[in-house]
């Protein structure tokens, strides 16, 4: 069963930096578009960035200066490094295949404050 394992958030001011981790296991993520994307309080899920199998990405406009999503196959992970963080980007950060939904993670909260 393919799990999806998210780490590396928590709690900075405005202007600092993170960086996100998401681990596979059960599936291979070379052959995956991945993607991450967010919950912040009383707002559904939205998307954030994803990464194709060819390494092209895309992201919200919100966070296309300041976010940079990366995969390293050879560690099936998928990170998201967020720079210049704003307290609009707290929230609760999971990863998954942006084309096939897998199960759900726990996520990783990040909380930034002014």
């Known amino acids: 069963q393919v799990q999806l394992v998210e780490s590396g958030g928590g709690s900075v001011q405005a202007g600092g930096s993170l960086r996100l981790s998401c681990v596979v296991s059960?599936?291979?993520?070379?052959?995956?578009?991945m993607a991450w994307y967010r919950r912040a309080p009383g707002n559904q899920r939205e998307f954030v960035a994803r990464?194709?199998?060819?390494?092209?990405?895309y992201y919200r406009p919100s966070v296309k200066a300041r976010f940079a999503i990366s995969r390293d196959n050879g560690k099936n992970t998928v990170y998201l490094q967020l720079n210049n963080l704003r307290p609009e980007d707290t929230a609760i950060y999971y990863c998954?295949?942006?084309?096939?939904?897998?199960?759900w993670g726990q996520g990783t909260q990040v909380t930034v404050s002014s």
């Open positions: 990464i194709a199998n060819g390494g092209s990405t």
């Open positions: 998954n295949d942006a084309l096939t939904s897998l199960p």
């Open positions: 059960g599936s291979i993520v070379s052959a995956r578009t």
